[in-house]
């Protein structure tokens, strides 16, 4: 059934304030029956006294949901291109790279992922430094027409364990025997931002991968965090002692968990043991990705509970989703092979990145574990928003945050098999997509 949008009060449909009603809201673990301000002004959720008390008689616009659900906009914390956009390849006249970047934005909206952090593989130095500039946050301008906005780049490495490295390229990875120094000369210094005692700009980088028991890498750690750029773990042969090291020197993060680490070992339970660690070692966030090639559902459930307040959910799309099945030309002059949702590295059977929506993950997600609907949104809301340090304006529906929303339809078969689809996708209080 198509959402009623009825306009009432005197402004114009796009401005002012909006009423959703008849909804119902993601507010922590729990569907909510309550109605929505925002501003499409401010591009912010007003607070609930707010509207009441300044608006309360006569929003701008009044939006009948119908019963249908909203989330906070999705947050992909590891997506290496989409559409065919590939922000790992720097095109030699920049400008296209730019036109890429803006082109993939607009269209990966349409997915409900509205904020991400664009992911870069392992790559030479130049790549960093062409490509880094152009992937830096892009909330400030806060212009809902641009699309999916940019958190911050994920680099996940060059400095990875080359027999953990799963198809990034031998040749650029790097062992970071000079630490924090390592990374500056890689990514370039501005790209990192500034010391947490000098002002100055912003880190174009959000998150950096790495494997931390390689060479000096350990060391650079409470430099990176120092900067609000997320250390994660991943790519590594870390044992647990040396995760739970990773862990005290600031790493809050794992990258794809269970994929290119130790599997878990009754003796050495390696990086997934820091999921059952206590006070003296604080558990980090990790990412799984629930694309059904990747990991087994049981692994997912098993995940999941241990430990549920970190868990995010994460594509790691390649930017073959959404193209048909063949084989494509990838960085460093290997091929991939598409077929279907499961890309390999030409000739092998090694698993390249996936080609999986994240929506595609919730509903997988949903269906493995039984967990609620806010449970599972809360992997691709709150959750990643919080690991990142955004949990004010991300991921939530409470007054005051960013007007990013996903109007949610809900259906069960007669096995009891959910699916969620998206009806619509706000930015920044503007409807940018409806599928009606
Ligand atoms: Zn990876």
């Known amino acids: 059934m198509p959402s009623l949008v009825t306009e009432t009060g005197s402004k114009s449909l796009d401005g002012g304030i909006i009423k959703f009603t008849n909804c119902r809201l993601v507010k922590d673990d729990r569907l909510v029956e309550e109605d929505l301000w925002v501003s499409s002004l401010t591009g ?40 065919g956009v590939d922000f790992s390849v720097v095109p030699e006249n920049i400008a296209d790279y ?19 952090l ?20 892009t909330g400030g301008r806060r212009a809902a027409q641009e699309g999916s906005e940019s958190l911050g780049a994920h680099c996940e490495g060059p400095f990875l364990s080359p027999t953990k490295r799963g198809i990034h390229s031998i040749d650029v990875l790097r062992s970071g025997d000079n630490g924090f120094q390592d990374f500056v000369e890689c990514y370039g210094e501005k790209n990192l931002g500034v010391s947490p005692h000098s002002h100055g700009p912003k880190a174009t980088v959000k998150m950096i991968t790495a494997a931390p028991e390689m060479g000096g890498i350990m060391n650079a750690i409470p430099e990176v965090a120092s900067r609000d750029i997320v250390f994660s773990i991943g790519h590594s042969e870390s044992t647990y002692e040396e995760a739970s090291e990773a862990a005290k020197a600031g ?44 990991l087994h559902p049981t692994s997912v459930k098993i995940a999941y509970s241990s430990h549920p307040d970190g868990f995010i959910l994460v594509t790691d799309a390649m930017s073959l989703v959404g193209l048909p099945d063949g084989v494509y030309e990838w960085t460093n002059g290997e091929r991939i092979e598409k077929k279907g949702p499961l890309l ?32 599972a949104l809360k992997a691709i809301t709150a959750t990643p928003a919080k690991m990142l340090g955004l949990e004010r304006s991300k991921g939530t529906l409470r ?13 069960r078969d007669d096995s009891g098999h959910a699916t969620l689809s998206i009806d619509q996708v706000w930015k920044f209080g503007h409807c940018v997509y409806s599928q009606n």
């Open 44 to 83: 912010r959720i007003l607070h609930q006294q707010e509207a009441f008390y300044e608006y309360g008689v006569s929003p701008d616009q009044v939006v009948d949901l119908q019963g249908k659900i909203i989330s906070p906009g999705f947050i992909d914390v590891q997506l290496n291109g989409a559409f």
């Open 98 to 116: 730019a036109k890429g970047l803006a082109y993939l934005n607009k269209n990966l909206i349409r997915t409900g992922v509205t904020a991400y």
């Open 118 to 137: 664009p992911t870069l593989t392992s790559q030479r130095r130049e790549v960093y430094h062409q490509a880094l500039p152009y992937l830096g946050p």
């Open 251 to 294: 790493a809050t993060m794992v990258t794809h968990l269970f994929n290119a680490m130790r599997p878990l070992h009754h003796r050495n339970p390696g990086i997934f043991g820091l999921l059952g660690t206590s006070q003296q070692t604080p558990s980090p966030y990790f990412g799984v990705i629930a694309d059904g090639i990747h």
């Open 344 to 375: 390999t590295l030409e000739g092998s059977d090694k698993i390249a990145g996936s080609s999986t929506t994240l929506l595609e993950c919730v509903t997988n997600f949903l269906n493995w574990t039984g967990a609620s609907i806010p449970q």
């Open 399 to 411: 007054g005051g945050a960013d007007a990013d929303l996903v109007i949610l339809d809900e259906s």
